[in-house]
């Protein structure tokens, strides 16, 4: 059983589409970030959010962290073909980073 | 920069042989960890550390053997390789513990 499951798994969508992915968890964190993965190299960083109810904006990205910091959600807005990926959530928790199981982007031109 | 550093980026075993994964930074970072990722599964902690002569379990670290003699390097060693073990591996680091992770970028291992 995963500490954070994230949905979809995967998600196919034309250029130009709004979409949003989640990360949830019964357990609370003490932070949440969202990482990027492209085929072949390791996750990079996109943010870190820390505060419940806080909300990030990276250009076209959007973040939202739960009030209870126990789940979080990536809004993109107008996906363009670079935007595909593995998006991965990681949550602070005892010792270690815990990772979801990522959702699988593919945006077609 | 180089950031951090792993070799090889991949390897092919047979069952029962052994091997070192080599992982450096040169961040002086002091807390560096391995997960290895499987489909489905996400990336999973195998070991960690959180300065030179400091290690620890994480999540799935059985057949598994790290050291930190020195804050750059952390080497992973497979001491009996078994099919399971069929993963990719990466090494990552960080100022500190819950920070910001630098991944390099992966080995890919095959036990046959």
């Known amino acids: 059983t995963q500490l954070l499951e994230q949905s979809p798994q995967f998600l196919s969508i034309q250029e130009g589409e709004n979409l949003t992915v989640y990360c949830n968890s019964s357990?609370?964190?003490?932070?949440l970030q969202w990482y990027r993965q492209e085929p072949g190299e390791g996750p990079v960083l996109l943010v870190t959010v820390v505060t419940g109810g806080e909300v990030k904006k990276l250009k076209r990205l959007t973040f939202q962290f739960g009030d209870a910091r126990k789940d979080s959600s990536l809004h993109i807005t107008a996906a363009q073909p670079g935007d595909t990926g593995l998006y991965l959530c990681a949550g602070a928790a005892f010792y270690d980073m815990r990772f979801g199981a990522g959702t699988r982007l593919t945006v077609k031109p | 920069n180089a950031g951090v550093t792993q070799t090889p980026k991949f390897q092919v075993l047979k069952t029962g042989q052994s091997m070192t994964l080599q992982c450096a930074q040169d961040m002086n970072h002091e807390y560096m960890s391995w997960y290895r990722q499987d489909p489905g599964m996400g990336l999973r902690l195998i070991h960690y550390?959180?300065?030179?002569?400091?290690?620890d379990q994480g999540e799935v670290p059985n057949g598994y053997n790290v050291s930190r003699s020195t804050t750059e390097d952390f080497p992973l060693r497979l001491l009996s390789a078994a099919p399971s073990q069929t993963s990719v591996y990466f090494c990552a680091s960080s100022g500190t513990r819950g920070e910001k992770l630098f991944f390099g970028s992966g080995t890919q291992l095959s036990v046959l």
């Open positions: 357990s609370v964190f003490s932070s």
């Open positions: 550390s959180v300065g030179a002569g400091i290690t």
